[in-house]
């Protein structure tokens, strides 16, 4: 196995369903843009992989034949809401086994408003076990959409478990936002304030507010990867190398309270696996893109990538260790919660603004000396993709 380099990477501006463009167009429009970016051609891509979870099977070669028909290998991902970074994991592994030279990921999503529901309701639920698990650890929480149920209660007993302020998954929105301003791709982007984000009417009781949840998005990203040699001969630039990668899913013992229903274990077993492979740990990593759907998730990420130790997320927000002139600036995108959240595509825009940041092009959000950075994208059911980037 060898490191495998980023070509390309191109992403659209994320937009509210309803106003988005069909997602062959999105799809087309986000590959053209890492073609462009790794100065290729489409037909030197040798496979494709292609994530996204709502739509009919095959969706992936109708966003692409936009762009080309040259007879590659095509996969179509749905892995949940990490489903963007595992068709990069897919395409990665495609280069760094020697079975291609450059491949392709690309995600995308058009949702529909409102909470997230299933479309499949004439057939066991493939979260029917981890509601079970949810109901017997935490029989008293309200009731409510599963991903609002799963996360608003891992983030209520974090505060039990810990004695932390409920005001830390504020201070994350807060923080989360005041990134967003500076990215031109955000979805959102005027600032918020603490008492804003509290006050705001609760959707989970009782510590989640509706300014603490990412809105359903719709919108396109794409990766274009490629080994050393690949980009030698085609004149790439190819600067930043991915050092690490794993994928993790639930464990025996995962489902045991609300914080490991919702991927910490996962997580951290994930992340692990990707410092070893990297030969470093999280503290060399300036800039992070993490799955922060809700905030409570951010705050609980943190411990799971080892930014901070077990229960020592509070201080770490209160240091402002998780933004600019801290350890680490985490989600200088606005992350999910205010670029967007369109499930297919999160994973790929998160890896697009970490190229960004490791090329140093990242406008007025450029983390300074940017040389390593972490990714986290999480799917409930389950899986965490944790990745680490290189500057070369």
């Keep these: 196995m060898k490191n495998v380099r980023i070509a390309g990477v191109g992403m659209i501006k994320f937009t509210k369903p309803g106003k988005q463009e069909p997602y062959r167009v999105m799809a087309s429009k986000a590959i053209k843009l890492a073609l462009t970016d790794a100065d290729i051609n489409y037909d030197k891509v040798q496979q494709a992989f292609a994530s996204y979870i709502y739509g009919d099977s095959t969706c992936g070669q109708h966003g692409l034949y936009d762009v080309g028909k040259t007879g590659i290998p095509l996969v ?42 299933s479309h499949w309701e004439d ?27 799963l996360f608003g209660q891992a983030g209520t007993h974090y505060i039990e478990k810990y004695g932390a302020n409920p005001n830390i998954f504020g201070k994350v929105s807060v923080k989360t936002r005041n990134h967003a301003v500076m990215n031109p791709y955000s979805l959102f982007d005027a600032p918020l304030t603490l008492e804003e984000v509290m006050g705001a009417p609760v959707i989970f009781a009782p510590y989640l507010t509706r300014l603490m949840a990412c809105p359903p998005t719709c919108g396109a990203a794409a990766v274009i990867v490629c080994s050393e040699a690949f980009a030698k001969k085609h004149g790439i630039a190819a600067s930043v190398e991915i050092v690490g990668q ?12 609300p914080i490991d229903l919702i991927g910490a274990k996962m997580t951290a077993k994930a992340a692990q696996e990707t410092y070893e492979q990297a030969g470093m740990g999280p503290e060399e990593a300036q800039v992070v893109e993490l799955h922060d759907c809700f905030t409570p998730n951010e705050v609980i990420t943190y411990e799971g990538l080892g930014l901070c130790g077990e229960g020592e997320a509070e201080k770490f927000i209160n240091d402002a260790d998780n933004t600019y002139g801290g350890k680490f600036v985490v989600n200088p995108s606005g992350g999910l919660m205010s670029k967007g959240h369109p499930i297919g595509a999160s994973g790929l825009a998160q890896a697009t603004e970490l190229v960004w940041h490791l090329r140093g092009t990242a406008g007025d959000r450029q983390v300074p000396g ?6 986290h994208n999480l799917g409930l059911g389950g899986a965490a993709v944790v990745t680490m980037y290189r500057k070369v």
């Design 76 to 117: 179509n991902v749905n892995n949940n809401c990490s489903s963007g970074s595992t068709a990069l994991f897919l395409a990665r592994q495609a280069v760094a086994s020697g079975a291609t030279e450059c491949a392709l990921a690309f995600g995308f999503e058009e949702m529909q408003p409102g909470a997230l529901g």
């Design 123 to 149: 057939r066991e639920s493939p979260f029917s076990s981890m509601l079970g698990a949810l109901d017997k650890a935490a029989p008293e929480a309200p009731q409510g959409p599963l991903a609002l149920r």
């Design 246 to 257: 794993s994928m993790a899913t639930d464990l025996a013992n995962t489902w045991d309270n």
């Design 370 to 375: 940017a040389r390593v950075a972490l990714q």
